[in-house]
């Protein structure tokens, strides 16, 4: 889920993270086996709150960062219009190569509106609500939260990731180097490495090289 609120150079923050079966997944899900604690959950939400605003700036002309002590040019976040638009959003990025090649091809999730204003989440099968006011602005149609939700959608519905433990991060910056670039995606791990957020690699193993 994320609410809507206004790795450092040098870190090696870095866990192996390998695709499960999908027997054992779906053992996993038979047998009742208890998750650990989401502990880093907040972490994750601070750095991509400050990485969101970096992205906001852009959008507002600002494009000219200062990231991990270097100056870099971010893309501005771009603001979708519609609950179809965004809808046709998360299918591209899924369809892009560098997705495709890290974790296949997957379905893309339905996207519905939820009451409130202020969080979206990722619902199984393969769901993510967002809110969509009336009025005022509608923030769950953000690439920033998309991209959150979507890295969601692929970790749950491929057993790779669950909550926000490391393997998650490491999706949502596949996701956002292949949207939106090498530079944005830098930027979001400098703020998660001084958030303190560990983030794993996603590394594919024979029982999904097929796939």
Known sequence: MRVALSTGPGQDRTATVRWPSVERVR????????????????????????????????????????????????PGERRLGSLDAAQGYVARVLALPAVVDAVGVLEPPALRTRRGARAAHWEAPGTIALPVPVHGEPWGLR??????????????????????????PALVLLLVGAALGETAAFALRVDYGQAGVQVGRVERTTDRAGT
């Open 27 to 74: 053992s996993q899900a038979a047998e009742g086996v208890a998750r650990p604690r989401d502990a880093q959950r907040s972490r994750v939400y601070r750095a991509e709150d400050a990485w969101a605003a970096r992205l906001d700036a852009a959008r507002l002309g600002a494009v000219l960062a200062t990231v991990g002590g270097s100056r870099v040019v971010l």
């Open 143 to 168: 690439e920033t939260v998309l991209l959150h939700e979507l890295a969601h959608h692929v970790g749950e519905t491929t057993g790779l990731a669950h909550g926000h433990r490391p393997a998650f």
